[in-house]
Nanobody, 121 residues
Framework: QVQLVESGGGLVQPGGSLRLSCAAS????????MDWYRQAPGKQREFVAG???????NYADSVKGRFTISRDNAKNTMYLQMNSLKPEDTAVYYC???????????????WGQGTQVTVSS
C-alpha cells in the first residue's frame, strides 16, 4: 500500500514562511516526477511546482522567486519551502507523485490527502 503524507501546513501571517513535506511510503520501486498542487475554496486545483527524479524544477509564475521545491530521493520525501507568503497563497496543498511499484511495471499516479495553508493577519 503506497501512501503520500503531507505535513507542515498551518496558519502564518503575510510575509511569513512555511515548509511543507511529502513523505512517500510503501512498496515503491522508484519515484519519477513529484509535484505540489493547491486548491483554494471555490477554485480548481492548480499546479504549484514540480521536480524530476534528477532534480529539475519548474514553478507556476505566481510562486516563482518565493517558493522552492526540493526532494531527498533516499528518503522518498519532497519539500516545498514557501517564503514571502501572501493571502492568495491560502489553499489546501496536495502532494502528487508518479511512481513505479516494480522495475518493469507501469507508472502510477498517487495523491496525498492535502495540508491546509492559511495566510492571514
Amino acid at each position: 500500500q503506497v501512501q503520500l503524507v503531507e505535513s507542515g501546513g498551518g496558519l502564518v501571517q503575510p510575509g511569513g514562511s512555511l515548509r511543507l513535506s511529502c513523505a512517500a511510503s510503501g512498496s515503491i520501486f522508484s519515484i519519477n516526477g513529484m509535484d505540489w498542487y493547491r486548491q483554494a475554496p471555490g477554485k480548481q486545483r492548480e499546479f504549484v511546482a514540480g521536480i524530476t527524479s534528477g532534480g529539475g524544477t519548474n514553478y507556476a509564475d505566481s510562486v516563482k522567486g518565493r517558493f522552492t521545491i526540493s526532494r531527498d530521493n533516499a528518503k522518498n520525501t519532497m519539500y516545498l519551502q514557501m517564503n514571502s507568503l501572501k493571502p492568495e497563497d491560502t489553499a489546501v496543498y496536495y502532494c502528487h507523485a508518479n511512481l513505479r511499484l516494480t522495475g518493469s511495471g507501469p507508472i502510477y499516479s498517487y495523491w496525498g490527502q492535502g495540508t491546509q495553508v492559511t495566510v492571514s493577519s
